[in-house]
């Protein structure tokens, strides 16, 4: 699968995108998240407070208790605010 990286977690692991083939006990956003802390210090470092990061399965949001299923894309980005313009 494909997994990006937004923002500062792009920063803190040192690239924007990778292809990923998790262990199959790896079957939820959050599990998926538990493994890549596990990667090394920069993905410590980006996901250190999993509570402050949104993910995407296949361009549409997701919880971190969703399912992978047969995703082909991963995202995650900080929390995105809007507006603010006059």
Known sequence: ?????????RSR?????????????VKTVRDLVDWLRARGPGYAAAFAQASMIRAAIDQDYASLDQPLGKAHEIAFFPPVTGGGGR
Do not use: N, Q, S, T
């Not at 692991?13 to 006990?25: A, K």
């Open 13 to 25: 692991i040192g690239r924007g995108e990778e292809e990923l083939d998790p262990p199959p006990d």
């Open 1 to 9: 699968m494909k997994v990006l990286y937004f923002a500062w977690l």
